[in-house]
């Protein structure tokens, strides 16, 4: 079902893991709650992460996934609440777990999903999942929410799509095709972030519920995981949940993949990415098409993400992150660090506490 692709190594994930960024859409979404309950607490949490109201409100700018993994499980131990203030009543810790324990119990994907349905359903009137079969052919998830204004960031309906789609990939040893994700709210800023995600095309602004679409055949694949392994995977929440962005679901998580094993001063040339993949050029050109996506795009999130991490760590001078990066000169990296995020470098790499404009009175993060 690879389609001739080599799957990733264990090394090439944890590494791509390391450099992988993401939108700062979802930090704002998980810590909202925190702002609205304490404002202090919210920019501890950030402290503790070294980051800044000033890099969450740049509408370009990323974080490192592995400061998002601490606020996602700092921010809901917090609040106490799974849902992260999206629905009308909290999610209480331990209720995904339990979930995973009982799907774990079927013997099927398909079984997996209904249980995981009518589990929520017992536990909250606040979120519906739904698994619709068409016969032998389709399959959906869909989320409905009992009060969807809660959800001004779409944040759990991605959430629980995302559980779903990778919980099943999970349980069943293999990525899984998806035909479509489609989503009721209209495209938002970070939609092209989505193919890491939910690896298929995007459709918004649906009628109906958000879902996920894909053929029916998959329901039919064993679980081949214990209520043991589901329980280590919830409580790992949600860095499993999230190094699985990094998979071998999408041609654009493989060229991503290739291309982070080179140098930071040597980036693989689009020949040779393909040559790894067992792929044509024409053929992998057109696939990255058909995922909205192009070799250089791949190859410029990349030496951001790579310039992201590099800066995070504190142990680099931005001298020594343009030389890396083969940037011509400290000046030429400063302007690409602008235009990707937002921010210039020497701003981003000194956000590590805001507690004096705190003091000040601060606007709350957008």
Same mark, same amino acid.
């Given at each position: 079902m690879n389609g001739g692709r080599q799957a990733p190594t264990s090394t090439s994930k944890s590494m791509a893991m390391k450099i992988l960024t993401i939108s700062r859409h979802f930090p704002n979404a998980i810590l909202h709650e925190v702002w609205a309950r304490d404002p202090q607490?919210?920019?501890?949490?950030? $402290? +503790?992460?070294?980051?800044?109201?000033?890099i969450l409100n740049e509408p370009r700018s990323r974080i490192p996934m592995d400061k998002y993994i601490a606020l996602y499980r700092r921010g809901s131990a917090y609040?106490?609440? +799974?849902? &992260?203030g999206f629905l009308v009543h909290?999610? %209480?810790?331990?209720? &995904? /777990?339990?979930a995973c324990e009982y799907a774990a119990n079927a013997s099927d994907i398909g079984g997996a999903l209904e249980r995981l349905c009518h589990f929520y359903g017992i536990v909250t009137e606040d979120l519906a999942l739904t698994l619709h079969r068409d016969g032998d052919s389709n399959a959906s998830v869909a989320v409905r929410l009992k009060d969807a204004r809660l959800d001004r960031f779409h944040f759990i309906t991605e959430l629980f799509l995302c559980i779903a789609y990778r919980l099943m990939c999970w349980m069943a040893d293999q990525a899984i095709p998806?035909?479509?994700v489609m989503l009721s709210h209209t495209p938002p800023r970070h939609a092209a972030e989505y193919i890491f995600f939910f690896p298929c095309p995007s459709r918004f602004g649906i009628d109906g519920p958000s879902r996920l679409e894909f053929d029916a055949r998959f329901l039919r694949l064993p679980v081949l995981k214990s209520g043991n392994d589901l329980r280590a995977f919830a409580e790992r929440m949600p860095e499993d949940l999230l190094s699985s962005t990094i998979a071998n679901d999408s041609f654009s998580n493989q060229v991503y993949?290739? !291309?982070?094993?080179? *140098?930071?001063?040597?980036? !693989? #040339?689009f020949a040779e990415v393909a040559r790894e993949l067992a792929l044509s050029e024409q053929t992998l050109r057109r696939r990255?098409? =058909? +995922? =909205?996506s192009s070799f250089q795009t791949i190859k410029d999130d990349l030496r951001r993400?790579? /310039?992201? @991490?590099?800066? *995070?760590? #504190? $142990?680099?001078?931005?001298?020594?992150? =343009? +030389?890396?990066?083969?940037f011509s000169s400290? $000046? $030429? @990296?400063?302007?690409?660090?602008? %235009?990707w995020t937002g921010l210039p470098p020497r701003e981003y790499q000194g956000q590590a506490s805001d507690q004096a404009l705190l003091r000040g009175g601060v606007a709350p993060p957008s």
């Open positions: 607490v919210w920019h501890s949490l950030l $402290a +503790e992460q070294g980051l800044s109201r000033r609040l106490r609440d +799974e849902a &992260f909290p999610l %209480k810790p331990g209720t &995904f /777990a339990i998806l035909d479509r993949l290739t !291309l982070q094993t080179g *140098s930071d001063d040597r980036t !693989l #040339g990255l098409r =058909a +995922e =909205a993400d790579k /310039a992201i @991490f590099l800066l *995070s760590t #504190g $142990a680099h001078t931005i001298a020594d992150i =343009a +030389e890396r990066l083969a400290p $000046a $030429a @990296f400063s302007r690409a660090f602008k %235009k």
